[in-house]
């Protein structure tokens, strides 16, 4: 890793999470078609687990806690770290339960062989230390602990052979022509910081290098931010049939990377 991009990025990252944290929910967990990607992934994570409970787990960049709040159905101890200290302000006052730290993600506070399971969901592209990460989850997960990554960005959405790029420009068409017609407020993309994204199959290797067997490793495609009612309620049948369909067909073409993985 290069130290000094490193620094130069988390600083950035931090300012701009400190700066805006009083936005975080309103931007990352209200909207409702965030919502409906946020119910779909936990499903995805409770059928991966087979609906069994485990121990103790950690997210990493843990935000404002929301998914980290989620996992008590599936975990009797949760945990969580980001490097963000007025996000985690949000975070302690809105969880109590949750067991929360200021830590970067590639120096954690805790013994080795301590978690069942790592969870990171869309913030790996924020950390710029794919390796470093990978390898500190691998240390504090047990033997046979589970690492989650969920919605990470693909650098291959944007390809003129990908139908998956159609499918999401049509639906920002019809996302923008409902707004205006109907003018139902739809929130604005939010601008963040510059962030990382990832060849699928090089994420893949970077994961088995740490010592992870990779169970499940799929993309898929998401709606544009919307608040029109028609193309919510078709949300949901579109990620299934993606992940059903599509995915199974052109593995890495989405524009999220989802893996589920067991250390070695």
């Known amino acids: 890793m290069k130290e000094d991009l490193y620094t130069q990025k988390s600083k950035v990252q931090k300012d701009y999470y400190n700066e805006t944290a009083d936005k975080y929910d309103q931007w990352h967990i209200d909207p409702p078609s965030a919502k409906i990607v ?3 992934n936990f499903t995805n994570l409770k059928n991966f687990l087979k609906n069994k409970i485990i121990d103790r787990s950690l997210e990493l960049g843990c935000g404002t806690g929301r ?23 949000i975070a302690k006052t809105k969880y109590p339960k949750l067991k929360l730290e200021c830590s970067e993600v590639i120096n954690l506070p805790y013994d080795d062989n301590y978690f069942d399971m790592v969870i990171i969901n869309g913030s790996l592209h924020h950390f710029f230390a794919v390796d470093e990460t990978f390898r500190e989850a691998n240390r504090v997960l047990k033997r046979g ?25 049509i639906n920002r068409a019809l996302s923008k022509i409902f707004s205006l017609v109907v003018k139902n407020g739809a929130p604005k993309d939010v601008i963040e910081p510059e962030a990382e994204s990832y060849k699928p199959w090089v994420l893949k290797k970077q994961l088995k290098k740490a010592g992870f067997d990779v169970k499940e490793f799929y993309t898929y495609d998401y709606f544009v931010r919307t608040n029109n009612k028609f193309l919510l309620k078709l949300y949901k049948p579109y ?13 890495y073409l989405g524009l999220a990377i989802q893996s589920f993985s067991i250390k070695k």
């Open 145 to 169: 602990g589970i690492f989650v990554l969920l919605g990470e960005p693909s650098s291959q959405f944007i390809k003129p052979y990908n139908p998956f790029f159609y499918t999401w420009a």
């Open 239 to 251: 990620l299934n049939f993606e992940h059903r369909v599509l995915a199974n067909i052109f593995p």
């Open 38 to 40: 946020d119910d779909w």
């Open 67 to 89: 998914l980290a709040n989620s996992l008590f159905k599936i975990s009797k101890e949760v945990y969580g770290v980001d490097l963000s200290e007025e996000v985690l302000k």
